[in-house]
């Protein structure tokens, strides 16, 4: 990862360019979805990690599957 900072501009629309070696760092893609926080001077962005929703409901089939198995 860079600790170096990297410059960037806001475009008319008010649109930021991150950087391609940090997209690439953090695996940011098109369509990532970013909480955002400003303060005074000071704008922070965190990458939002959502779940697996198809992923989480078959693990919850399986958990129903095994009782009805039981059952």
């Known amino acids: 990862m860079s600790e170096e900072p990297q410059v960037t501009t806001i475009s008319e629309k008010g649109q930021i360019v991150i ?3 940090i997209r690439k760092d953090l695996g940011i893609k098109p369509k990532t979805k ?3 926080y400003g303060k005074g001077d000071t704008i922070i ?3 939002l990690e959502l779940p697996d929703m198809k992923k989480e409901w078959n693990e919850i089939f399986k958990v129903m599957d095994k009782k009805n198995l039981k059952s």
């Open 34 to 36: 970013f909480l955002v």
């Open 19 to 21: 950087p391609q070696s």
């Open 45 to 47: 962005m965190k990458k």
